[in-house]
Protein backbone atom coordinates (compact mmCIF):
# COMPACT_ATOMS: atom_id res chain seq x y z
CA UNK A 1 0.00 0.00 0.00
CA UNK A 2 1.53 2.96 -1.28
CA UNK A 3 1.77 6.26 1.05
CA UNK A 4 0.94 8.61 -2.10
CA UNK A 5 -2.14 7.82 -4.20
CA UNK A 6 -2.20 7.86 -7.91
CA UNK A 7 -5.11 7.19 -9.69
CA UNK A 8 -3.92 3.67 -11.69
CA UNK A 9 -4.48 5.44 -15.24
CA UNK A 10 -4.83 7.87 -17.84
CA UNK A 11 -5.55 8.57 -21.04
CA UNK A 12 -6.20 10.91 -23.94
CA UNK A 13 -6.05 12.06 -27.73
CA UNK A 14 -2.51 13.24 -29.28
CA UNK A 15 -2.16 16.69 -28.83
CA UNK A 16 -4.53 16.85 -25.94
CA UNK A 17 -3.64 17.58 -22.06
CA UNK A 18 -3.45 14.72 -19.54
CA UNK A 19 -3.06 15.32 -15.61
CA UNK A 20 -1.98 13.08 -12.93
CA UNK A 21 -2.99 13.71 -9.17
CA UNK A 22 -1.05 12.23 -6.27
CA UNK A 23 -2.30 12.95 -3.17
CA UNK A 24 -1.02 12.29 0.23
CA UNK A 25 -0.94 14.03 4.10
CA UNK A 26 0.53 16.55 6.12
CA UNK A 27 3.36 14.25 6.96
CA UNK A 28 4.46 14.15 3.48
CA UNK A 29 3.40 16.69 0.46
CA UNK A 30 1.87 18.75 2.80
CA UNK A 31 5.02 20.23 4.34
CA UNK A 32 8.02 18.59 1.63
CA UNK A 33 8.70 19.09 -2.27
CA UNK A 34 7.57 16.37 -4.72
CA UNK A 35 9.03 14.94 -7.42
CA UNK A 36 7.51 13.36 -10.40
CA UNK A 37 9.44 10.55 -12.55
CA UNK A 38 8.96 8.91 -15.97
CA UNK A 39 9.70 5.87 -16.69
CA UNK A 40 9.57 4.15 -20.00
CA UNK A 41 8.58 0.51 -20.87
CA UNK A 42 11.84 -1.40 -19.83
CA UNK A 43 13.80 1.23 -18.46
CA UNK A 44 14.79 3.16 -15.16
CA UNK A 45 12.80 5.77 -14.13
CA UNK A 46 13.85 9.55 -15.36
CA UNK A 47 13.17 12.96 -13.06
CA UNK A 48 10.20 14.78 -14.45
CA UNK A 49 9.55 17.14 -12.06
CA UNK A 50 11.53 18.38 -8.88
CA UNK A 51 10.92 20.79 -5.61
CA UNK A 52 7.20 20.61 -6.56
CA UNK A 53 7.15 22.56 -10.45
CA UNK A 54 10.88 22.62 -11.46
CA UNK A 55 11.94 20.65 -14.65
CA UNK A 56 15.63 19.48 -14.98
CA UNK A 57 17.86 20.53 -17.87
CA UNK A 58 16.36 18.82 -20.89
CA UNK A 59 12.88 18.36 -20.10
CA UNK A 60 10.45 20.06 -22.06
CA UNK A 61 8.16 22.60 -20.91
CA UNK A 62 5.08 20.16 -21.94
CA UNK A 63 5.54 18.90 -18.51
CA UNK A 64 4.76 20.85 -15.78
CA UNK A 65 4.16 20.33 -11.31
CA UNK A 66 2.35 21.75 -9.48
CA UNK A 67 0.86 20.98 -5.53
CA UNK A 68 -1.68 22.78 -2.80
CA UNK A 69 -1.89 21.84 0.37
CA UNK A 70 -1.27 17.34 0.69
CA UNK A 71 -2.00 17.20 -3.02
CA UNK A 72 0.19 17.49 -5.89
CA UNK A 73 -0.21 17.29 -9.97
CA UNK A 74 1.04 16.34 -12.59
CA UNK A 75 0.45 18.41 -16.55
CA UNK A 76 1.27 16.49 -19.82
CA UNK A 77 0.22 18.96 -22.41
CA UNK A 78 0.78 17.97 -26.39
CA UNK A 79 0.75 14.78 -25.39
CA UNK A 80 2.50 12.52 -27.96
CA UNK A 81 2.55 8.52 -28.46
CA UNK A 82 6.78 8.56 -26.91
CA UNK A 83 4.77 9.60 -23.21
CA UNK A 84 2.81 6.50 -23.06
CA UNK A 85 5.13 5.52 -20.11
CA UNK A 86 4.13 5.14 -16.05
CA UNK A 87 4.13 8.29 -13.75
CA UNK A 88 5.42 8.32 -10.23
CA UNK A 89 5.41 10.62 -7.37
CA UNK A 90 7.64 11.10 -4.72
CA UNK A 91 8.13 13.17 -1.30
CA UNK A 92 9.59 12.93 1.98
CA UNK A 93 7.93 11.65 4.88
CA UNK A 94 8.26 13.59 7.97
CA UNK A 95 6.25 10.97 10.08
CA UNK A 96 9.21 9.08 11.54
CA UNK A 97 11.95 10.56 13.42
CA UNK A 98 14.08 8.82 10.19
CA UNK A 99 13.70 10.41 6.98
CA UNK A 100 11.46 8.31 4.63
CA UNK A 101 11.53 8.56 0.97
CA UNK A 102 7.75 7.33 -0.32
CA UNK A 103 6.85 6.93 -3.86
CA UNK A 104 3.13 7.12 -5.26
CA UNK A 105 1.32 4.27 -6.57
CA UNK A 106 2.13 5.07 -10.20
CA UNK A 107 0.07 5.88 -13.25
CA UNK A 108 0.20 4.60 -16.33
CA UNK A 109 -0.44 7.25 -19.38
CA UNK A 110 -2.05 5.54 -22.71
CA UNK A 111 -2.20 7.65 -25.88
CA UNK A 112 -5.23 6.76 -27.61
CA UNK B 1 27.51 13.57 -17.49
CA UNK B 2 27.17 11.07 -14.48
CA UNK B 3 26.90 7.97 -15.03
CA UNK B 4 25.75 4.75 -12.21
CA UNK B 5 25.94 1.26 -12.98
CA UNK B 6 24.89 -1.72 -10.82
CA UNK B 7 26.82 -4.92 -10.39
CA UNK B 8 26.23 -8.04 -8.41
CA UNK B 9 24.57 -11.68 -8.34
CA UNK B 10 21.38 -12.07 -10.19
CA UNK B 11 20.28 -15.05 -8.50
CA UNK B 12 20.11 -15.13 -4.45
CA UNK B 13 19.38 -18.02 -2.28
CA UNK B 14 16.90 -17.71 -0.21
CA UNK B 15 18.07 -17.01 4.04
CA UNK B 16 21.40 -15.28 2.11
CA UNK B 17 22.59 -12.23 1.73
CA UNK B 18 22.65 -9.79 -1.35
CA UNK B 19 25.55 -7.69 -2.77
CA UNK B 20 25.19 -5.22 -4.81
CA UNK B 21 27.80 -2.24 -5.80
CA UNK B 22 27.09 0.96 -7.80
CA UNK B 23 30.30 2.31 -9.61
CA UNK B 24 29.81 5.97 -10.11
CA UNK B 25 31.33 7.47 -13.52
CA UNK B 26 31.94 11.18 -14.58
CA UNK B 27 31.70 12.72 -10.91
CA UNK B 28 32.90 12.29 -7.60
CA UNK B 29 30.72 10.41 -4.87
CA UNK B 30 32.63 13.02 -2.49
CA UNK B 31 30.61 15.59 -3.76
CA UNK B 32 29.38 17.62 -0.89
CA UNK B 33 25.80 18.58 -2.66
CA UNK B 34 24.51 14.61 -3.53
CA UNK B 35 23.47 11.55 -1.78
CA UNK B 36 23.58 8.12 -3.17
CA UNK B 37 20.50 6.00 -2.71
CA UNK B 38 19.10 2.61 -3.63
CA UNK B 39 15.82 1.68 -5.03
CA UNK B 40 13.98 -1.20 -6.02
CA UNK B 41 10.97 -2.31 -8.29
CA UNK B 42 9.74 -5.48 -7.97
CA UNK B 43 7.87 -6.73 -11.24
CA UNK B 44 4.86 -4.74 -13.05
CA UNK B 45 4.84 -2.90 -9.28
CA UNK B 46 6.03 -0.04 -7.99
CA UNK B 47 8.95 1.78 -6.68
CA UNK B 48 10.75 1.19 -3.21
CA UNK B 49 13.26 3.40 -1.66
CA UNK B 50 15.64 1.38 0.29
CA UNK B 51 17.71 4.29 1.33
CA UNK B 52 20.58 6.38 0.93
CA UNK B 53 24.46 7.10 2.05
CA UNK B 54 26.77 10.37 1.78
CA UNK B 55 29.80 10.66 0.94
CA UNK B 56 30.87 11.10 4.78
CA UNK B 57 29.19 7.45 5.50
CA UNK B 58 26.27 8.74 7.35
CA UNK B 59 22.97 6.87 6.41
CA UNK B 60 19.09 6.86 5.98
CA UNK B 61 17.36 3.57 5.80
CA UNK B 62 13.41 2.66 5.23
CA UNK B 63 12.20 1.79 8.19
CA UNK B 64 10.63 -1.33 6.93
CA UNK B 65 14.05 -2.41 5.82
CA UNK B 66 16.25 -1.64 8.05
CA UNK B 67 16.83 -4.45 10.20
CA UNK B 68 18.27 -6.02 7.19
CA UNK B 69 20.02 -3.00 5.26
CA UNK B 70 23.53 -1.81 5.44
CA UNK B 71 24.57 1.06 2.48
CA UNK B 72 28.28 1.71 2.39
CA UNK B 73 30.64 3.98 0.34
CA UNK B 74 34.24 3.36 -0.63
CA UNK B 75 35.04 6.81 -1.48
CA UNK B 76 38.41 5.55 -3.08
CA UNK B 77 36.58 3.17 -5.84
CA UNK B 78 34.07 5.72 -6.52
CA UNK B 79 31.25 3.10 -5.34
CA UNK B 80 28.50 3.02 -2.78
CA UNK B 81 27.42 -1.17 -1.85
CA UNK B 82 23.83 -2.03 -0.82
CA UNK B 83 23.83 -5.19 1.54
CA UNK B 84 20.60 -6.88 2.18
CA UNK B 85 20.49 -10.19 4.37
CA UNK B 86 17.75 -12.50 5.16
CA UNK B 87 16.58 -12.88 1.11
CA UNK B 88 13.00 -14.14 0.65
CA UNK B 89 10.91 -14.20 -2.70
CA UNK B 90 9.68 -10.57 -1.77
CA UNK B 91 12.79 -9.30 -2.17
CA UNK B 92 12.58 -9.88 -5.96
CA UNK B 93 13.12 -7.03 -7.60
CA UNK B 94 15.12 -4.59 -9.86
CA UNK B 95 17.50 -3.20 -8.14
CA UNK B 96 18.73 0.29 -8.98
CA UNK B 97 21.41 2.92 -7.49
CA UNK B 98 20.67 6.68 -7.86
CA UNK B 99 22.05 10.13 -7.33
CA UNK B 100 20.23 12.43 -5.42
CA UNK B 101 20.85 15.84 -5.19
CA UNK B 102 20.34 16.98 -1.61
CA UNK B 103 16.70 16.54 -0.86
CA UNK B 104 15.95 15.89 -4.88
CA UNK B 105 15.72 11.82 -4.80
CA UNK B 106 16.67 9.86 -8.20
CA UNK B 107 17.92 12.61 -10.42
CA UNK B 108 20.24 10.42 -12.12
CA UNK B 109 19.73 6.40 -12.36
CA UNK B 110 21.61 3.50 -13.14
CA UNK B 111 19.84 1.14 -15.75
CA UNK B 112 19.43 -1.34 -12.76
CA UNK B 113 19.81 -5.34 -11.86
CA UNK B 114 17.42 -7.99 -12.12
CA UNK B 115 17.91 -9.84 -8.56
CA UNK B 116 15.65 -13.06 -8.14
CA UNK B 117 15.38 -14.77 -4.96
CA UNK B 118 15.20 -18.90 -5.99
CA UNK B 119 16.46 -22.19 -4.31
Known amino acids: QSVLTQPPSVSAAPGQKVTISCSGS????????VSWYQQLPGTAPKLLIY???KRPSGIPDRFSGSKSGTSATLGIAGLQTGDEADYYC?????????????FGSGTKVSVL | QVQLQESGPGLVKPSQTLSLTCTVS??????????WSWIRQPAGKGLEWIGR???????NYNPSLKSRVTISVDTSKNQFSLKLTSMTAADTAVYYC???????????WGQGTLVTVSS
Open chain 1, 26 to 33: SSNIGNNY
Open chain 2, 98 to 108: ARDKLGDVGVN
Open chain 2, 26 to 35: GGSINSGSHY
Open chain 1, 51 to 53: DND
Open chain 1, 90 to 102: GAWDSSLTTGLFV
Open chain 2, 53 to 59: IYFSGST
